[in-house]
């Protein structure tokens, strides 16, 4: 949005110009209550974009040949060059959202495999003695279901949190020091135009522009991280689910109670061959890994691309891969989740065995 504005400014700017020196003050006056109702932070950017409009403001006298400058070369080019960042900002929080859902789907699988544990246990509890032993089967059954989809839950959401979300707010960052270096240029660019026009407004022009050319965007990511900050807490680690035991249903005598084995966060013997179970896990652990080298190798190749077809200033074509780098982000970060996942359940198995 405040990329679009300066663009826009440059565009009104010209014709503006053209036409009186009142036009321009009321001009100035308008993109200043607009920027002001924008949620951007109060950085370098912020100061260098009113640097220039207190420039444009002091020199109202127009300038034709200016307006074809400002027009031609800088604002239609900052519009083209920016559109694809705008569509991944967009695919960022969109991808953001899918993420949790995986988080929260592993989370209802936990709470059903809790739910299953906790009735076995209660089954077996309350059996009168004659089908005890498959009842045992299917507690402990349970019981290993609920430990391995514990892990799965405890992986998905430490890898979501260590690796898939910095990833998302890295995006951010490169978006944002892209939009920002397209900003300063616009920026720096109507003021070197006007400054070769006039020798005090040179004067006045060229200081934007070198105020423009040394923002630095990690500077106003720095301070958005500070006003973040303030407002939240963030945890130096990813809070993991703890086992939990199912206990007794109600009126079941402490005799009884002692007689089924209690469990820990561990692997149990069921009676079966747990063998199975690690092939289809060590088969699902190849697959996703094919998987993530798959989309790695894929995502590299769109990311050459975008930078050569940005390069050749085809920005329409540039546009059209964000679409597919942002999906195949997604879908690298989905496949990472799951295999941590997998990893996770694989290294029970092995401690179990």
Known sequence: LFLSTVSEFAQELGAAMESHSVNVRRLVDEFRSRSGDTRVDSGGMRRVWESLLRQVQSDAEAHLDLAAVLQQQLSRPTLEASFHRKLQSRKVFTHREA???????????????????????????????????????????????????????????????????????????????????????????????????????????????????????????????????????????????????????????????????????????????????????RREQDSLAQEITRLQDALDTLIRMQRKSAESNLYTKVAELQEDISMKRFELGEAQLYLAAVQAQVLRLILFI
């Open 99 to 281: 993420y949790e859902q995986v988080v929260t789907k592993t989370e209802e699988k936990l709470q059903r495999a809790r739910a299953d544990y906790k009735r076995a246990y209660a089954s077996l509890l309350t059996t009168d003695g004659g089908s005890e032993q498959e009842l045992k089967r299917a507690y402990f059954e349970a019981h290993n279901a609920y430990v391995l989809q514990l892990k799965a839950t405890n992986a998905i959401t430490e890898r979501y949190q260590s690796q898939c979300l910095p990833g998302l707010l890295g995006e951010i960052a490169e978006v944002y020091e892209e939009l920002c270096g397209l900003a300063c240029k616009c920026v720096a660019g109507i003021s070197e135009a006007a400054a070769e026009r006039a020798g005090e407004q040179a004067k006045r022009y060229l200081a934007v522009a070198k105020e423009a050319q040394v923002i630095a965007p990690l500077n106003d990511l720095q301070i958005l991280a500070r006003s973040l900050s303030a407002t939240a807490t963030p945890s130096k680690k990813p809070s993991r689910r703890l086992f939990v035991a199912p206990g007794p249903p109600e009126q079941i005598p402490m005799e009884r109670i002692s007689q089924i084995p209690s469990l820990r966060d561990e692997i149990v013997p069921t009676g079966t061959s747990t063998l199975p179970l690690m092939e289809d896990l």
